[in-house]
């Protein structure tokens, strides 16, 4: 009788190692120097210690791969983000702006990553339609917060809660992601203060008309 011996799939706890190890090594090679277009899924798996079929066990392609980078990314800064509100603990202006210093440094922690989300949503539609739906997220929750000060008598009933986060939010992106290339790391305080204040003032307690 003839045995047959099936490929066993990996254990799920061993799967989330080995994609912890990809991402990781993925994005120290971006810190590195490398550009995320040049490299292989070769090197990306011999940097993260593993077999080229354990990549593709993890990630269907090198842009599932960045689109996994650029979701974690973006849900670690819309942690440091949720508990802010424009009248809770913490709120007003002084508390946004502290928000925003946090973002930038966070973003300047991974600004290799951010270059690499950047620069290839420029050519791929995937990853253009994962980072702009990523974006919404933010958009959602700035708009809840708007209609929010708007039910509370705080926020001018004329604004377009819609509206005006979507120009928040897409306008901030740019702001940070330029900022951060920049390297004009002493800036930080001055451009997460202006990021709160425009807010502020010319949303959250913007005059009615």
Same mark, same amino acid.
């Given at each position: 009788?003839?045995?047959?011996?099936?490929?066993?799939?990996?254990?799920?706890?061993?799967?989330?190692?080995?994609?912890?190890?990809?991402?990781?090594?993925?994005?120290?090679?971006?810190?590195?120097?490398?550009?995320?277009?040049?490299?292989?899924?070769?090197? &990306?798996?011999?940097?993260?210690?593993?077999?080229?079929?354990?990549?593709?066990?993890?990630?269907?392609?090198?842009?599932?791969?960045?689109?996994?980078?650029?979701?974690?990314?973006?849900?670690?800064?819309?942690?440091?983000?949720?508990?802010?509100?424009?009248?809770?603990?913490?709120?007003? /202006?002084?508390?946004?702006?502290?928000?925003?210093?946090?973002? &930038?440094?966070?973003?300047?922690?991974?600004?290799?990553?951010?270059?690499?989300?950047?620069?290839?949503?420029?050519?791929?539609?995937?990853?253009?339609?994962?980072?702009?739906?990523?974006?919404?997220?933010?958009?959602?929750?700035?708009?809840?917060?708007?209609?929010?000060?708007?039910?509370?008598?705080?926020?001018?009933?004329?604004?377009? /809660?819609? &509206?005006?986060?979507?120009?928040?939010?897409?306008?901030?992106?740019?702001?940070?992601?330029?900022?951060?290339?920049?390297?004009?790391?002493?800036?930080?305080?001055?451009?997460?203060?202006?990021?709160?204040? &425009?807010?502020?003032?010319?949303?959250?307690?913007?005059?009615?008309?």
């Amino acid at each position: 009788m003839t045995s047959t011996t099936r490929r066993r799939a990996p254990d799920s706890d061993r799967r989330s190692v080995v994609e912890g190890q990809i991402l990781a090594a993925t994005e120290q090679l971006l810190r590195d120097g490398s550009s995320f277009t040049d490299l292989g899924v070769q090197r &990306i798996a011999a940097a993260a210690g593993v077999a080229r079929s354990s990549f593709y066990v993890c990630f269907r392609d090198k842009t599932d791969l960045l689109i996994r980078l650029a979701g974690t990314l973006k849900q670690q800064v819309l942690d440091l983000a949720q508990d802010w509100h424009p009248a809770g603990p913490g709120g007003g /202006p002084d508390g946004l702006a502290a928000v925003f210093r946090a973002i &930038i440094a966070f973003y300047r922690r991974h600004a290799d990553l951010l270059g690499a989300i950047t620069e290839v949503a420029a050519y791929d539609p995937a990853v253009a339609g994962f980072w702009n739906s990523e974006l919404d997220r933010f958009t959602d929750r700035t708009a809840e917060l708007i209609r929010a000060e708007q039910d509370a008598g705080r926020t001018a009933a004329d604004i377009d /809660p819609v &509206i005006a986060a979507r120009v928040m939010t897409w306008d901030g992106n740019r702001v940070i992601a330029r900022h951060v290339a920049s390297g004009e790391e002493s800036l930080d305080a001055a451009v997460a203060r202006e990021l709160a204040l &425009i807010r502020w003032h010319g949303v959250y307690r913007r005059p009615a008309g």
